[in-house]
Nanobody, 125 residues
Framework: VQLQASGGGSVQAGGSLRLSCTTS????????MGWFRQAPGKEREFVGS????????YYADSVKGRFTISRDNAKTTFYLQMNNLKREDTAVYYC???????????????????WGRGTQVTVSS
């Protein structure tokens, strides 16, 4: 399964962007999918995730109230709506997918089985 993140770009602080993560297989049903980000010189950071079967979502404290995760079950596409963007949101954003829930921990990158190439988000003041 291949993932592809898209929708990044440059925006001023306070603006919005919507990221999409598409999968190469329409029959793929992940256990969980997540968004992470990585700024230069920093470790990959959890942003938010969802348990696919229930739609339960989890968010990092830094983005709660500003970012919203949604999904399209039919397309196995995963979205991240980012509002009220701040300069500190600048990073490369990655989407990941976990096959099963056996070892999945929403905020831990190493528990994801598949990753897409990232998409750059740059927020300027």
């Amino acid at each position: 399964v291949q993932l592809q993140a898209s929708g990044g770009g440059s925006v001023q602080a306070g603006g919005s962007l919507r990221l999409s993560c598409t999968t190469s297989s329409r029959t793929f049903r992940p256990y969980g999918m997540g968004w992470f980000r990585q700024a230069p010189g920093k470790e990959r950071e959890f942003v938010g995730s969802t348990r696919w079967s229930t739609g339960t979502t989890y968010y990092a404290d830094s983005v709660k109230g500003r970012f919203t995760i949604s999904r399209d079950n039919a397309k196995t596409t995963f979205y991240l709506q980012m509002n009220n963007l701040k300069r500190e949101d600048t990073a490369v954003y990655y989407c990941g997918a976990a096959d099963t829930g056996l070892n999945w921990i929403a905020a831990l990158p190493r528990t994801y089985d598949y990753w897409g190439r990232g998409t750059q988000v740059t927020v300027s003041s």
